[in-house]
């Protein structure tokens, strides 16, 4: 660990990465042609690790603001941001179309949403570590981040529902796979050579 308490494994604010439930290959994907009861935008489940669809950036919680390249602690709320789309990771008192369990959506524009949008990770030790498993539960509801396999039919066959489940099972551990993580020297370094140019 460096004096700064960043490891260069740690997942970090401003990452651009994919989610990828553990034990499977799902990754949470904002679908832009299915929208829920609620009217929001529905988030599912797909087999596709190499989807452009399926990445997401790490922000501060709402109405906050977090410097790039921080590391992520345990217990620290974030906000999961699509990156084609700018809308959060969403949930809130509806019930998911497949399961029966709560609506897990997406919400906002560029980014901006509201404090529904927030989630808390959950993970062993003092921060999350990118290659370890976490679970999302949402700060408002408690739900946990899931997908138990239920399927969509027309016009999204074959995505799966992503929900809110409130007790903690094999279904809601993710990890972060591919994508873009930030380093705080990283960004110095970048900032250097922008104000050389």
Known sequence: MTETGFEPNLSSFKACFQLLQAGTIQCGRDKHVENYSSGQQSVTGVTSVDDSNSYWRIRGKTAT????GTPIKCGQPI?????????NLHSHHFTSPLSGNQEVSAFGEEGEGDYL?????LCNGPYWVRDGEVRFKHSSTEVLLSVTGEQYGRPISGQKEVHGMAQPSQNNYWKAMEGIFMKPSELLKAEAHHAEL
């Not at 999961?80 to 789309?85: E, I, M």
């Not at 949008?117 to 990770?121: A, L």
Request: glycine share 6%.
């Open 65 to 68: 603001v977090c410097e790039r």
């Open 79 to 87: 906000r999961l941001t699509h990156v084609n789309t700018g809308r």
């Open 117 to 121: 949008d927030d989630w808390t990770v």
